[in-house]
């Protein structure tokens, strides 16, 4: 990575224009009217890429500094895809006020906070809180941009399988930040009923001891009832997630409902194993670049922040990103095939189809400034 001018320095005239006295001009006018920050400053497209380094990647709690590569490579993937400027921001605290405060304090700089690799459940108050606090967007990508790619590969699997969503059973395994996310957009798009199985079985009201994030989730999934384990998900079930590190034995994937749908994907070694998963069901992904069907994250961040950005959005409603996962899924519509329900992270056709949707819902939903 590299920081470079977008205009010449060449003389003392540029120079004077780029720094003192020039520079004052600008920032008095800011002084007296400060959104045109938005047209005079970096801030329109620049996104601070923010951690703690909790959960970083498949390494989990590495601290800060180890987590720097990891931010650094996310900030080059927002400027090859999506072509937004991203700064790393590593954070040497875990504390969530300590971590909102900083956040917050940091904010004036720039057009929107992408939070990554902040380990649940903190991660979801983070969210919440800054969202609340500040009127640029705050996107946690853990969540929100795995459940958006997860949504548009599994609208066009349902079409592949040739079943509407409303009529498909879904089994979650894992209740950390993707999991709950992907729980919520699923339900917002019209799944027909849905199952979070954690480490200690199934979520459900029934259960003591639930987190408030996992009593908001068993209030509003598990229609059918089930109690038990994952044995029990997914006996019968449509549609198999996997967003945990945990391996599922062949004899669950077995019980599963014919041309079932599977996207297992732990890094670097799936919940199921593609070559079980095709035993079984007729659609299969991970998130693994060496099999069809990735779900990656870098098809829907970088078009979702292009799309905020570009009409300064103040935040990123669910309607956006349901718009996105749309646009996404809309991109391969007469493409489809069991080994091509998403885009290829380098089909440059899903930028600009998530960049013009996002910015469309945000104008629908009234959060848009432009």
């Known amino acids: 990575m590299e920081v470079r001018s977008t205009v010449p320095l060449r003389d003392r005239a540029d120079l004077s224009l780029a720094y003192t006295p020039g520079v004052a001009e600008v920032c008095t006018a800011i002084a007296e009217r400060p959104e045109l920050a938005m047209d005079y400053t970096w801030k329109a497209n620049t996104v601070a890429v923010v951690t703690d380094g909790t959960a970083v990647l498949g390494l989990g709690d590495i601290g800060p500094l180890a987590a720097l590569p990891v931010m650094e490579g996310k900030a080059v993937l927002f400027k090859q895809f999506g072509g937004v400027d991203a700064v790393p921001i590593c954070l040497d605290c875990t504390d969530v006020d300590e971590l909102v405060e900083t956040v917050a304090r940091l904010a004036p700089g720039f057009g929107g906070i992408n939070l990554e690799d902040i380990s649940a459940p903190r991660?979801?108050?983070?969210?919440r809180r800054l969202q609340e606090r500040l009127d640029i967007p705050v996107f946690h990508d853990d969540q929100h941009g795995t459940a958006i790619v997860l949504l548009a590969a599994l609208r066009n699997a349902a079409e592949v399988v040739d079943r509407p969503l409303a009529d498909l059973r879904a089994v979650i395994s894992g209740a950390g930040?993707?999991?709950?996310?992907?729980a919520k957009i699923l339900l917002d798009a019209g799944i027909g009923d849905l199952t979070v199985v954690d480490s200690?079985?199934?979520v459900s009201a029934a259960r003591a001891g639930l987190t408030p994030v996992k009593t908001e989730l068993a209030a509003i999934t598990n229609r059918a009832g089930l109690t038990g384990g994952l044995a029990e998900a997914m006996r019968g079930a449509d549609v198999f997630i996997g967003v945990s590190s945990g391996r599922v034995p062949e004899e669950y994937v077995a019980t599963m409902a014919p041309n079932a749908i599977i996207a297992a994907m732990a890094n670097p070694d799936p919940e199921i194993h593609p070559d079980v998963a095709h035993k079984y069901a007729a659609v299969v992904a991970t998130g693994r670049s060496d099999f069809p069907n990735q779900i990656n994250?870098?098809?829907?961040?970088?078009g979702v922040f292009a799309g905020a950005l570009s009409v300064r959005a103040s935040r990123i409603t669910e309607g956006m990103k349901l718009a996105a996962a749309e646009a996404l899924a809309g991109v391969v519509a007469g493409e489809l095939a069991p080994d091509k329900v998403i885009p290829s992270p380098f089909d440059e056709?899903?930028?600009p189809?998530?960049?013009?949707?996002v910015a469309d819902a945000a104008r629908r939903d009234g959060v848009a400034r432009l």
């Open 200 to 202: 200690r079985g199934i």
């Open 353 to 357: 189809a998530v960049t013009a949707a």
């Open 349 to 351: 056709r899903v930028a």
């Open 177 to 182: 930040a993707a999991g709950v996310a992907i």
């Open 123 to 127: 991660c979801f108050e983070v969210e």
């Open 297 to 302: 994250n870098v098809l829907a961040f970088p």
